[in-house]
């Protein structure tokens, strides 16, 4: 099945930006996903971007893919305190691609921003 | 737009019983998926209803089973709980490619 790994923990300075990796094993993937998690609470969807593309940007974020290599990551500019949560990076696989097929989801990245 | 609401927020159950949990999705959305997070680990895919029927299922026993009604809204049912069941509810709604999530049920199984 597919596998998504992520790093467990990244510690940044506010003001700083921040760099979220992710990898994966499946190589049909067609949506890749950034979610946020705070503590006790549901999962905010950040950005995705489609496979036919190698960046996306999106005001503090920017997403680069990296299809040869599997690897997906979330640049955040400008780290803030706010910033402080738990990064998921998540995969559409199975039929279709698109409204359909699951989400995959890796075991999701612990952000610490410091003041 | 209320976005993608789910209740109980909490519940506690003792083993063997059953539970449901209930999703309404985010306005003119039309799929829901329902997602199990156990602590520290990335929520994992249980099924996924569309126009009424599961189309797709992830690795979850029998014990789990759903229902989508025709206003799309969804209903999550667990037979005989197990310590193991305790976890993160969460359900997702899409149309298209973005999948939104609700602030989830957290269920203890006691």
């Known amino acids: 099945g597919e596998d998504v790994e992520q790093s467990l923990f990244l510690s940044v300075r506010e003001g700083d930006s921040s760099v979220i990796n992710c990898t994966y094993t499946?190589?049909?993937?067609?949506?890749l996903y950034w979610y946020k998690q705070e503590p006790g609470a549901g999962l905010q969807l950040l950005t995705y971007?489609?496979?036919?593309?190698d960046m996306k940007q999106d005001q503090r974020l920017t997403v680069l893919l990296n299809k040869k290599d599997k690897h997906l990551s979330l640049r955040i500019a400008d780290t803030q305190t706010g910033d402080s949560a738990i990064y998921f990076c998540?995969?559409?696989?199975?039929?279709?691609?698109?409204?359909?097929?699951?989400?995959?989801f890796g075991q999701g990245t612990i952000l610490t921003v410091h003041p | 737009d209320a976005g993608v609401t789910q209740s109980p927020t909490h519940l506690i159950k003792t083993r063997g019983q059953q539970v449901t949990l209930r999703c309404s999705p985010k306005?003119?959305?039309?799929?829901v998926s329902w997602y199990q997070q156990a602590l520290g680990q990335g929520p994992q895919f249980i099924f996924q209803?569309?126009?009424?029927?599961?189309?797709q299922r992830g690795n979850f026993p029998d014990r789990f089973s759903g229902h989508q009604f025709p206003n799309y809204s969804s209903e999550l049912n667990v037979n005989a709980l197990l310590l193991g069941d305790s976890a993160l509810y969460l359900c997702?709604?899409?149309?298209?490619?973005?999948?939104?999530f609700g602030p989830g049920t957290r269920l203890t199984v006691t």
């Open positions: 209803y569309y126009e009424e029927e599961e189309r």
């Open positions: 306005s003119g959305h039309d799929t």
């Open positions: 998540a995969l559409i696989t199975g039929a279709g691609g698109t409204s359909y097929g699951k989400l995959t």
């Open positions: 997702a709604s899409s149309l298209t490619a973005e999948q939104y």
């Open positions: 971007i489609f496979s036919n593309m």
């Open positions: 499946d190589s049909s993937s067609t949506y």
